[in-house]
């Protein structure tokens, strides 16, 4: 079987960002800021944002709300045409 630690994202690349020394920030913590963000923004699943950031996805999913972003990535537009053809 494949190795499981990998099994969303198989290719990953490595950033280096250089934030002030006065932004709070840890490295999971920024982890998690951009793992959130790419998973709102519909750029990466649950599965691969945990994964990004070391996460499994029920915490991960827990964690979501400290940062604003809701589990349910669900588009308004596509709730009203759900409504609209229920």
Do not use: W
């Not at 950033?15 to 002030?20: A, D, K, S, Y």
């Amino acid at each position: 079987m494949a190795d499981e630690k990998h099994a969303y994202l198989c290719r990953m690349r490595k950033l280096i960002v250089n934030i002030p020394d006065t932004l709070d920030l840890d490295e999971k913590d920024l982890l998690m800021v951009l793992a959130a963000g790419l998973y709102e923004h519909g750029k990466l699943s649950i599965g691969q944002a945990a994964e990004l950031v070391g996460l499994s996805k029920r915490t991960f999913m827990e964690l979501l709300g400290k940062y604003n972003v809701s589990v349910f990535n669900y588009p308004a537009s596509d709730l009203s045409k759900d409504v609209r053809n229920a």
